[in-house]
């Protein structure tokens, strides 16, 4: 931590430029959220790892373990990029700006999709379970409105702030390390480069997908497929959405058009799955099957009206590709524009 800070403190007393009061305040952010997921995670995988439950709690199935492992092992690396990703911003690294952009995006679908399920999910009160205190449904649901709330604020805060013209100069190449002789290559517009990646990184469903205990279906049009079927269509959708995102970053125009393709077939899908008259048999018979496949019981899950709401999160989930066709529309002429150049 003090080489940390040592670092931090070298950086801005250097003569490059500093950053703004903003940066320095999202950079600041950054390492105190990274450190306080990175010691919750550590904490969390040491008590998977070494600690054992009291004989009289349910058993838990032996997968549960493993994804709680693997999940704090992801978590604990992400939080320490999110360091890395702090101390760009403090040296002014573009990269560092685009980084921040992708986890604000990570943060505001995140609070986006969480905020609803603090608002309607039903907690028990203390009447119907008697061992839990008075006022524990209210703290319960302002707990959850707090870790949803927060990562939504500081999402909106730097998407805002990472794509101000003042913000962007600051990280913009110095005009004298740039030689003007040459030509200059043409750049992929920011967003569409950030949802480049996003596309690309759906290839990691493909190697977890093989390692699942359960048959996880694939849901289009108001309809279950399950294996083979439901495999041969999330493996064709990750591989064409990585296709996709490559295809943007080469900034070819046929991705543009498949990749606006795409969330409109998504969307279409959406719509139908959610005012299908089916739906609630269709999520409970999915449900179940997930339950019976890590040998839970079959209420486990009741008191907390998870497939009550389903219906509202699909609604809010349906947001996500009307603003990427939103937002690859608004850049189309830009990215057009790069393409054409990068063939000249």
Known sequence: MAALLEMIYTSLMSSHPRPSASVLAAGVIAILGSL?????????????LLVKLPATLPEQPAFAKTVGIVTMAVAMAC?????????????????????????????????????PVALFISIPTSSASPGLPANFALSF????????????AVGI????????????????VAPSSVDLSLPQTPRCPTPVTVLAWFFITSLANL????????????????????????????VVSCALV???????LKLKPWSYSLSIGLQLV????????????NFDSLMNSMMAGIYSEFHLPAGVYAPMDILQHMRL??????????????????YRERFLEASAAAKS
């Open 207 to 234: 190697a977890v997908l093989p390692f699942l205990p359960f048959k996880f279906p694939a849901l289009m049009f108001g309809r279950l497929f399950y294996p083979p079927a439901g495999t041969i269509i999330l």
């Open 266 to 277: 998504w969307l279409a899908s959406g719509i139908i799955t959610v005012l299908n008259p």
């Open 242 to 248: 990585t296709i996709v995102g490559i295809g943007l």
């Open 141 to 152: 649901r302002l707990i959850l409105l707090a870790v949803y709330g927060v990562p939504l």
């Open 313 to 330: 999160f699909m609604y809010i989930g349906l947001l996500i590709p009307i603003a990427i066709v939103g937002m690859l529309f608004y």
């Open 36 to 48: 306080l997921v990175l010691a919750g995670t550590g904490i969390s995988l040491f008590t998977l």
């Open 79 to 115: 939080s320490i990029f999110g360091i890395a990703t702090a101390i760009g911003l403090f040296l002014l690294r573009n990269w560092a700006r685009l980084s921040a952009i992708v986890w604000a995006g990570i943060c505001f679908c995140f609070g986006l999709i969480g905020i």
């Open 157 to 172: 805060w730097w998407l805002i702030l990472f794509n101000r013209k003042a913000v962007k100069e600051q990280f913009a």
